[in-house]
């Protein structure tokens, strides 16, 4: 009965999104269809930070590469054949690069959008797991690639637009992206491929291969002496959390409209992490819920007061690590242990044991 | 200048890198190996070490004001670090990722709060006099070399501090202590020694050593907010592959990253070598997953 009503709450929350173009105005939607396309991303991190115990600070670049992708395709969708993009004029280069040209075809930059982003997270993901490389490296490993992306979209600027990113893009598949009604039918696409995502991902963590990887988190050794391999599975979440970005980059740029190294880099990537953890790092609807709550109130405030965006911020991280590590979806549970700190119930504890 | 010139100068410019990222690493490392803790607001020490001997070289002038200078950065760095260790960290214990995001939040805060109250743009801070020259060479095989006196500096000062980490780990009680907490925390804690003291100083110590080499980058470049930020992603990569059991292993991957970057760049741009550094990385845990040189145990604790 419980698995019922869960089912219906998550129906009744998608038709309230669903009717979002009706009741917000058209800035309110972009920005709700954007943060909507992060949400995908952060079904990928909840897969492999909460569900397998992998914290990545470089999703921003999985991301980036799925949204890059897709730019470059907008690029050259309109332009005329033979004609290139104007910075690579500006740049002084002859002609366009053959492998911006391949993404030409959309069905072929449709296809690099998810399989990019995956590989290049699987092989990631193997290199560092295969050779029992610890977590915490994998984190720090990760954060040094998303700064070496950010700063290598920066200095090769006659191929990537350098520091000003891609930006103008006019058409796709012969529609004007700017047009109200292409607007909409963007947003219930990304509605839809999220709404697509959640019900996949929580079907793969209701298998055995979910089980696994919960298995994995909670002691890699023992997983293994049972006989599974845990890079395999790592690497296998890694991977699917690397397509997830991939086609969350590619959607957040229809409704931004520009991507920049800025928006890849090491500090896009961690508060990709903060959203996370704030709504509730092992709970898929935690995690939706958590980005857009993270992104509209980032919104709001670096609007108001840019400056204290940062503070606010920081403390997130700290609070949320410290005091509610299962984030806002565990609120009640917080409640629960205040309480026994409060009165001091010793039949927890006597439960639980010391250590506990 | 000569072919072999232009070789000892990256030589040179390589190991002064290197000296610096080792005065951050050793920090990290020995936080990490020794607490199982991931500080993420390091970087932000060194800021703090910038900014106090910019306000140092502001109160004191004259020759001595380098002294005051380091001396400043490292006490207060310091301090800040202790007060990061009891109010987080220790909260966090046993949690390596967690203390990570938690002291990015804080690294978050130290940024903009150094942005309030210094402005964005850098502040600079003057070199004494006789540390303004430098050593060239206009004759024979070296012409055309030049090594400034503040890099010569900066390098014998990290030695100094590699040679004092070294006789406080090997010689002192504390360092005893230090030794036995790292190799075996709760039989050391068995055996009556103060853990949570231990852990305070060595962090301590560490921001502190961070602070050092944020004065002595002020007189290279401007500190600015986020000077932290640049050095610390390569001091991660210098922990990585130095490994947790020694300093021994730190200074030589502190230098090695030095050289690499370095060398790298004489032929291509600053960002390819940063992205070779970092394939070299990859490709060096597949051959020693945990580092050059590591703690041996058979333990089975997961990190």
């Known amino acids: 009965m419980n698995k019922w009503i869960t089912i219906a709450i998550d129906a009744a929350l998608l038709l309230v999104f669903a009717l979002a173009p009706y009741y917000l105005s058209s800035y309110h939607l972009s920005l709700l269809g954007r943060f909507l396309a992060m949400a995908i991303l952060s079904l990928g991190i909840s897969i492999t930070w909460g569900r397998t115990g992998i914290l990545s600070l470089g999703q921003g670049v999985f991301w980036g ?21 104007d910075f690579m004029m500006w740049s002084g280069l002859e002609q366009l690069p053959a492998w911006w040209n391949v993404f030409r075809n959309p069905f072929v930059a449709l296809g690099g959008v998810i399989v990019l982003p995956t590989v290049t997270a699987g092989a990631i993901a193997w290199l560092v797991f295969n050779r029992r490389v610890s977590g915490v490296y994998f984190a720090l490993l990760t954060q040094a690639l998303a700064l070496v992306f950010s700063t290598l979209l920066i200095s090769e600027q006659a191929y990537t637009g350098g520091f000003n990113g891609l930006t103008d893009f006019n058409t796709i598949l012969g529609n ?17 491929v999220l709404a697509l995502a959640f019900v996949l991902c929580s ?40 397509s997830l970005a991939g086609v969350s980059g590619a959607l957040y740029i229809l409704h931004a409209g520009v991507i ?3 928006m890849v880099g090491v500090v896009p990537s961690i508060e990709m992490v903060i959203a996370v953890a704030v709504g509730g790092r092992s709970s898929l609807m935690g995690v939706v819920l958590g980005t857009l709550l993270v992104n509209f109130g980032k919104d709001t405030i670096s609007s108001a007061i840019p400056e204290l965006w940062q503070f606010v911020v920081g403390a997130l991280f700290i609070l949320v ?26 039949a927890h504890q006597a439960l639980e044991g010391p250590n506990a | 200048m000569g072919q072999l010139a232009i070789i000892a100068g990256q030589l040179f410019n390589g190991i002064s890198v290197g000296s610096i990222l080792l005065l951050i690493a050793l920090g990290l490392a020995l936080s ?21 001997s910019y306000l140092a ?28 260790e009891i109010t987080v960290i220790r909260w966090l214990y046993g949690r390596p990722l967690d203390t990570l995001l938690a002291t990015w939040g804080v690294s978050l805060i130290l940024q903009q709060g150094a942005r309030s109250l210094f402005g964005p743009i850098g502040v600079e801070v003057v070199a004494p006099s006789w540390l303004a020259g430098a050593v060239s060479f206009d004759h024979g095989a070296f012409a055309g070399l030049s090594m400034p006196y503040i890099r010569i500096f900066i390098i014998v000062l990290t030695l100094v501090v590699l040679v004092l980490l070294v006789l406080f780990i090997a010689r002192t009680r504390w360092g005893l202590y230090l030794r036995a907490v790292h190799q075996d925390r709760e039989m050391a804690q068995a055996l009556g020694v103060n853990t949570k003291l231990v852990d305070l100083l060595v962090f301590s110590v560490g921001a502190g050593v961070a602070g050092l080499a944020g004065a002595a980058l002020a007189f290279i470049a401007p500190v600015t907010p986020t000077v932290g930020q640049k050095y610390i992603v390569y001091a991660f990569l210098v922990v990585i592959v130095g490994g947790l059991g020694s300093l021994f292993g730190t200074t030589i ?51």
């Open chain 1, 321 to 346: 690590v410290t005091a509610l590590p299962k984030g806002l979806v565990s609120v009640s549970g917080l409640m629960l242990r205040l309480k026994s700190i409060v009165f001091k119930s010793s």
């Open chain 2, 32 to 52: 990490f190996g020794l607490m199982n803790v991931i500080n993420m607001a390091h970087g932000e020490m060194l800021m703090v070490g910038g900014y106090l």
């Open chain 2, 57 to 84: 070289c502001k109160i004191v002038h004259g020759p001595m004001s380098l002294l005051f200078a380091f001396l400043f950065a490292f006490i207060g760095a310091a301090l800040l670090g202790g007060l990061l």
């Open chain 1, 65 to 85: 590469l799925g949204a890059y992708i897709l730019a470059m395709h907008l690029k050259l969708a309109a332009l005329t054949p033979g004609d290139m993009p």
């Open chain 1, 260 to 262: 920049s190294p800025a």
């Open chain 1, 176 to 192: 004007e992206i700017i047009e109200p009604s292409f607007q909409r039918a963007i947003y219930w696409i990304t509605l839809a």
């Open chain 2, 253 to 303: 991957a502190a230098v090695s990253v030095g050289l690499v970057s370095s060398s790298v760049q004489m032929f291509t741009s600053v960002s390819l070598a940063d992205v070779f550094l970092l394939i070299l990385v990859i490709v060096f845990i597949q051959f020693r997953p945990r580092g050059i040189i590591y703690a041996r145990s058979r333990n089975m604790k997961e990190v």
């Open chain 1, 203 to 242: 079907w793969l963590l209701d298998t055995g291969f979910g089980k696994v990887l919960v298995a994995i988190r909670d002691g890699e050794s023992r997983a293994r002496f049972l006989g599974y391999s845990p890079a395999a599975y790592k690497t296998l979440a890694f991977a699917l959390a690397g």
